[in-house]
């Protein structure tokens, strides 16, 4: 694997976090959401590192929580009119590219993502022209102008398959725009992938030192990491994968104790599927250390019942996704490879 490095230093600016709740005002702020979404003709698509609270009332309402392959596939068939997306914006953009004629709403178009950030269409489509031999296969976590540029779209459940697949017929790789995971996916394929440099800011901060001393401490505990994660990591771990299929082995696994490596928002629901284990936090840089996430992202943090409350209330700029049709369309095409690729595979195992 090739890694093609930017040039400048991103500096992030994060939200502030949303107060706490006291248990009379998230009573209240469901009450109001519940009515809001049948007068909207809503449904909720919540992933699972939304705030438990967000969790819970999509769940509640008939809505879903899920990777964000599963939230694409919910959204598109799903009959509401409306989508009330809790997630980063990424998420909202994908509901919206899938379903141009709903309304797709959010708490908050402030909820970035880094590895968004770090691709940034006019460095990526003059890197991408300068490589015309190669398939340009992107994470779902890019902007819709991103995705536009590309032949397939991927989320970390689907991405070996993928690259498998276009390994065995010959294709040369981009790959963009997390660095771990194209370099885990490197590895599992053996494909030819030339990866662009960026990284989530959450699994970039586990520590393999404290993840070690971890295991010491817990040494019946199964290790379940994210392939984002840094390769000191990954090499530490009893299985990697996606989110789901994260939650997937807690269950399948005979260990009674699991130690964590992603956002601590998937707590939620991997302890409904394992209500019997006790799940830990994989080590970040460790109590009152300047780390950015410290295993949650700051802006799945800024979803609040408040925030989703006022986003169906009132949408407006604030809150609906709007995108420029001819780049959705454009968009559409690998989004759509994706899911009628995600859904043959998902017919061989029936």
């Not at 997937?248 to 599927?273: E, H, W």
């Not at 996704?321 to 001819?326: A, S, V």
Request: aromatic share 8%.
């Amino acid at each position: 694997m090739s890694l093609i490095f930017n040039s400048e230093i991103i500096n992030y600016s994060f939200p502030p976090k949303p107060d706490n709740l006291s248990q009379d005002e998230k009573i209240y702020w469901k009450i109001k959401i519940k009515n809001l979404l049948k007068e909207k003709n809503a449904v909720i698509v919540a992933h699972y590192y939304t705030n438990p609270d967000v969790q819970a009332l999509a769940e509640e309402t008939g809505g879903c929580v899920a990777d964000s392959l599963e939230m694409a596939r919910f959204g598109n068939s799903h009959s509401a009119l409306t989508l009330m997306v809790a997630g980063v914006r990424f998420m909202g953009e994908t509901a919206k590219i899938l379903n141009p004629k709903k309304t797709v709403l959010m708490p908050t178009l402030q909820a970035e993502c880094s590895l968004d950030i770090s691709c940034p269409i006019d460095k990526f489509h003059s890197f991408c022209n300068d490589h015309p031999d190669r398939t340009i296969v992107v994470y779902a976590n890019t902007s819709v102008a991103v995705k536009a540029n590309a032949d397939w779209v991927v989320t970390s459940s689907i991405a070996i398959e993928v690259i498998s697949y276009l390994h065995s017929i010959g294709k040369k790789i981009i790959w963009a725009p997390d660095r771990h995971l194209g370099r885990y996916i490197t590895q599992k394929t053996g494909a030819d992938i030339l990866c662009w440099n960026g990284t989530c800011i959450v699994h970039e901060e586990f520590k393999t030192q404290g993840l070690k001393h971890m295991k010491i401490l817990y040494p019946n505990a199964a290790v379940l990491v994210h392939p984002e994660s840094p390769q000191s990591i990954v090499e530490l771990a009893d299985v990697i994968g996606s989110t789901s299929q994260l939650i997937k082995a807690a269950y399948s696994l005979p260990n009674k104790q699991m130690i964590v490596a992603t956002d601590r928002g998937i707590f939620y629901k991997m302890q409904q599927a394992v209500p019997d284990k006790e799940l830990i936090e994989a080590p970040t840089a460790g109590v009152g250390a300047t780390c950015r996430s410290c295993a949650h992202c700051p802006w799945m943090a800024i979803n609040s019942l408040q925030s989703i409350a006022n986003g169906l209330e009132y949408g407006g700029n604030a809150h609906e996704i709007c995108l420029d049709p001819k780049t959705s369309q454009d968009a559409l095409i690998p989004l759509k490879r994706m899911l009628s690729f995600a859904s043959k595979i998902k017919n061989n195992f029936k």
